[in-house]
Nanobody, 117 residues
Framework: QVLLVESGGGLVQPGGSLRLSCAAS????????VGWYRQAPGNQRELVAL???????NYADSVKGRFTISRDNAKRMVWLQMNSLKPEDAAVYYC???????????WGQGTQVTVSS
C-alpha cells in the first residue's frame, strides 16, 4: 500500500516561487516513476513533471525551464520547485506514483496553488 501526502501549496504573486513536497509511504518508491499533475477548474488533470526510477525527468512544455522535479529515494520524498509562476499555473497539484509491479496509480489528496496579485 502506498500513501502520498502533499504539502507546500499556497498563494503566490506572479513571478514568485513555491516548492511542493510529497511524502510517500510503502516500499516501492525507489523503483517507481513519481510525478506531479495538476488540475484547474473545468480542465482535465494534466502531467506537469515526471521522475523515473532511473533518474530521467520529463516536463510539460508549459513548465520547462521554470519547474524542477527532484526525489530522494532514501527519504521517499519528491519535490516540485516552481519558479516564475504564472496565473495559468494555478491549480490543485497532485503527487502521483505508478507501481511498476501492478501498473496501479496512487494519488495524493492534492495541494492548492494560487497565483494572483
Amino acid at each position: 500500500q502506498v500513501l502520498l501526502v502533499e504539502s507546500g501549496g499556497g498563494l503566490v504573486q506572479p513571478g514568485g516561487s513555491l516548492r511542493l513536497s510529497c511524502a510517500a509511504s510503502g516500499t516501492i518508491f525507489a523503483i517507481s516513476t513519481v510525478g506531479w499533475y495538476r488540475q484547474a477548474p473545468g480542465n482535465q488533470r494534466e502531467l506537469v513533471a515526471l521522475s523515473t526510477s532511473g533518474g530521467s525527468t520529463n516536463y510539460a512544455d508549459s513548465v520547462k525551464g521554470r519547474f524542477t522535479i527532484s526525489r530522494d529515494n532514501a527519504k521517499r520524498m519528491v519535490w516540485l520547485q516552481m519558479n516564475s509562476l504564472k496565473p495559468e499555473d494555478a491549480a490543485v497539484y497532485y503527487c502521483n506514483l505508478k507501481s511498476p509491479r501492478t501498473n496501479k496509480d496512487y494519488w495524493g489528496q492534492g495541494t492548492q496553488v494560487t497565483v494572483s496579485s
